[in-house]
């Protein structure tokens, strides 16, 4: 049976796959340009769970292993927000720099104290059976007054993960792979996943 991770990004299916490799769990993974998917999939769903079984789902329908992640940034200060509007929190199309200006807006006066956030990151998988699994993965920290860095995307310049005196965007990107949240979903998720398969289709 075919593994398809519900995205075109190439960069995070090579990144699955390392880490379910380095778990002896060697696969191919198609993207969905690979199996000549081109519909959208509406992610209507009201929690990063939700949202990555949605588009898992979307795959598993078509005959596949569905795989998914879908992840954001929760600001405790602003009651979970973004969540899983992170990627257009200022609008769409998604604009990192308007996100981050809206953010630290929006925290304005707030101090240091009441800054806490946590990444979080969400990996699905379903099977054309009807089962499927979710796992989470979250890095706690700061969102910072100004932003810090070159490095990273989105948020990170504003991010001080706990135990750094530093932004995710002031990290290398090995560094930043072994504490971020999409690091340790994907280790849940290479735990869980050869028990999954065992059950499911051998
Ligand atoms: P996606 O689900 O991986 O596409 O992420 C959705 C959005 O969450 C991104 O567009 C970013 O705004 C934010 N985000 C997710 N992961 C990270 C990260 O590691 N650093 C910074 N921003 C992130």
């Known amino acids: 049976m075919k593994f398809v991770l519900a995205s075109n990004?190439?960069?995070?299916?090579?990144?699955?796959k390392s880490i379910l490799s380095q778990n002896g769990c060697d696969i191919e993974i198609s993207s969905l340009?690979?199996?000549?998917?081109?519909?959208?999939?509406?992610?209507?769903?009201?929690?990063?769970?939700?949202n990555a079984l949605i588009k898992a789902r979307a795959v598993a329908t078509l005959g596949y292993i569905g795989i998914a992640d879908d992840s954001g940034l929760c600001v405790e200060a602003l009651n979970g927000e973004p969540g899983i509007y992170s990627a257009r929190y200022a609008g769409e199309p998604c604009d990192h720099t308007k996100n981050n200006a809206k953010i630290l807006k929006a925290l304005e006066g707030i101090p240091m104290d009441r800054r806490g956030a946590a990444f979080v990151s969400v990996i699905a998988c379903a099977h054309p059976n009807g089962s499927c699994f979710t796992v989470r993965g979250e890095c706690h920290g700061v969102m910072l007054e100004a932003l810090q860095g070159e490095g990273g995307f989105g948020y990170d310049p504003l991010f001080?993960?706990?135990?750094?005196?530093?932004?995710?965007?002031?990290?290398?990107?090995?560094?930043?792979?072994?504490?971020?949240?999409?690091?340790?979903a994907l280790t849940a998720f290479a735990e869980s996943f050869p028990a999954f398969l065992k059950k499911h289709t051998f």
């Open 9 to 16: 990004n190439k960069h995070k299916i090579a990144e699955i």
């Open 33 to 50: 340009a690979d199996i000549g998917y081109t519909e959208e999939i509406v992610e209507d769903g009201t929690t990063f769970e939700e």
């Open 160 to 184: 001080q993960p706990d135990g750094y005196a530093c932004t995710f965007a002031e990290l290398t990107f090995d560094e930043k792979n072994k504490i971020s949240h999409r690091a340790k």
